[in-house]
């Protein structure tokens, strides 16, 4: 990678892998072989989907962009699943040296986690079957059945605000589609562009529509342990990814086909200085 650069660059992987993992103590250095691990979606296509071996979406272009700023190529990259119960344990444990999986910062999970960012605004939105004219937003949901998922915003913003409303969870998004075709939900609600992707995927086109009715600001950050010292790189790292039009390109030819248009008055955002 860049061999021109490659002492630079190595110079940069040594001090951002001590950073990543907190650890400055000798015998910690880094070497060329340190590698990054990751926290992405497996399960949201267009955000983060695993296929194979294949890692695509979204937050995967933001990630190797960013690791590689942090002087870890592609074949540097450990990509690990971060369903959205398990994110903060994933990061406070050291499994994990960053998350981007269409993670929203919150000042709960700040108390837990730190975040680079934002590099997305994303809305809580709703998902139901295409013939449904009933559910018009969040306010028409009384008495009907919602699926989210455990540990995510979108669960959290129902239980709170909408509590007339019965709301299953599940461990991820595309468990909450299998049960809006078969009718044991009405509708499914997390950001716009989650729904988006799922709806729009060869097995599911046709059956769903994304209502198109936010009721939420979803900021997407750069998950991090609070030891963690790169916070300002990660954020230099997303600024250059807007700026050079790679943020643009990815986003375009991540939601191509799926109807979804990012909300432009809160995109691209510009990353929040890091506490
Ligand atoms: N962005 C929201 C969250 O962080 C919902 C999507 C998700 O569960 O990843 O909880």
């Not at 979406?57 to 590689?68: C, E, H, I, S």
């Not at 994990?96 to 700040?110: F, P």
């Amino acid at each position: 990678m860049r061999k021109s650069r490659i002492s630079a660059v190595a110079a940069m992987a040594a001090a951002a892998a001590l950073a990543l993992t907190g650890c400055g103590g000798s015998g910690d250095e880094a070497g060329a072989g340190d590698t990054v691990k990751i926290g992405i979606k497996f399960d949201q296509p267009g955000l983060g989907f695993k296929d194979g071996d294949k890692f695509t979406g979204f937050d995967v272009d933001v990630a190797k962009y960013v690791a590689n700023e942090l002087g870890f190529a592609e074949d540097k990259i450990e990509w690990v699943s971060a369903p959205s119960a398990n994110r903060e344990t994933l990061l406070e444990t050291n499994q994990v040296d960053m998350i981007l999986a269409t993670y929203s910062i919150t000042d709960s999970r700040k108390e837990r986690v730190a975040f680079a960012g934002p590099y997305f605004v994303a809305g809580q939105d709703l998902l139901v079957r295409t013939d449904d004219s009933s559910i018009t937003g969040p306010d028409t949901l009384k008495g009907k059945k919602l699926c989210s998922v455990t540990g995510s915003t979108s669960a959290k913003k129902v239980s709170d605000t909408y509590p007339g409303v019965a709301l299953v969870e599940q461990g991820g998004y595309a468990d909450c589609l299998g049960l809006l075709e078969t009718g044991g939900i009405d509708a499914v609600t997390t950001d716009d562009i989650i729904l988006a992707g799922l709806a729009a995927t060869e097995a599911n086109k046709g059956k769903f529509k994304v209502v198109g009715n936010t009721f939420t600001e979803e900021l997407y950050g750069v998950g991090l342990n609070k030891e963690n010292t790169t916070c300002e790189d990660v954020n230099t790292a997303i600024t250059k990814m807007i700026d050079s039009g790679e943020w643009e390109k990815s986003l375009k030819a991540n939601t191509e086909g799926t109807g979804y248009t990012p909300n432009a008055k809160l995109n691209p955002p510009t990353p929040a200085p890091c506490a």
